[in-house]
């Protein structure tokens, strides 16, 4: 079975604080992607990685940069939390075709305050 | 431009209940559609997956169709249990060359009551 972790399933941060989340997975996957999941608007891609050191942005990059040092971990960063990154964060992987399904982890509640 | 609209956005139904969910969308080109299920506090999970050829699928209590000319699918559940309590997720994905892009709907919150 595929595995995603992410570090952390709950955080509160203060305004100003820089945020990293971490995503793991365990199945040799290529794509790795970051969406946030807020009520009423659905899951939006931030960004996405299709290899090692390699990224793209997704639909709402902004505020948001990510890091893919190794093929198994994609992190995400918020150099300055701001309160309306308050949200859902969910990584998500795929085996090598970019439309292939997606595997999610549990999710990142992240609280900024 | 690119859109998935799920209907209803929120049902309730009694244990043991059938219900259909709907997902129309309006996307171009069409790769592929997916359903997933979305827990409280969990990532999705797959729950089927159907190219422009297939018109149904079937995973357990899951029936999924899927009518390319009037670009709808839906999504039916037999003899819900309340562990089907749960957001249900279209996921639309359109091919640009090689890569790709993801649209998802909006979901659909189900409860089921005992």
């Known amino acids: 079975d595929v595995k995603v972790t992410q570090s952390s399933r709950y955080l509160v941060k203060r305004t100003g604080e820089k945020v990293f989340l971490e995503c793991v997975q365990d199945?040799?996957?290529?794509?790795m992607f970051w969406y946030r999941q807020d009520p009423g608007l659905g899951l939006r891609l931030i960004y996405f990685s299709y290899d090692v050191k390699m990224k793209e942005k997704g639909d709402i990059p902004e505020g948001y940069s990510v890091s893919r040092e190794k093929k198994e971990r994609f992190s995400l960063i918020l150099e300055s939390a701001s309160t309306n990154q308050t949200s859902m964060y969910l990584c998500?992987?795929?085996?090598?075709?970019?439309?292939?399904?997606?595997?999610f982890g549990p999710g990142t509640r992240l609280l900024v305050l | 431009k690119n859109q998935v609209e799920q209907s209803p956005q929120s049902l309730i139904i009694l244990e043991g209940k059938n219900c259909t969910l709907q997902?129309?969308?309006?996307?171009?080109?069409?790769?592929?559609l997916r359903w997933y299920k979305q827990d409280t506090g969990r990532g999705p999970v797959s729950l089927t997956i159907?190219?422009?050829?297939?018109n149904t699928k079937s995973n357990g209590r899951y029936t999924a169709t899927l009518d390319a000319d009037t670009k709808q699918s839906s999504l039916h559940i037999t003899a819900s249990q309340l562990s089907d309590s749960a957001s249900y997720i279209c996921v639309v994905s359109v091919r640009r060359g090689s890569q790709g892009n993801l649209i998802f709907g909006k979901g659909t919150k189900l409860s089921v009551k005992p």
């Open positions: 159907m190219t422009f050829s297939e």
């Open positions: 997902c129309n969308y309006t996307v171009s080109p069409f790769s592929n």
């Open positions: 199945m040799d996957h290529e794509n």
């Open positions: 998500a992987s795929s085996k090598t075709d970019f439309l292939e399904t997606q595997y």
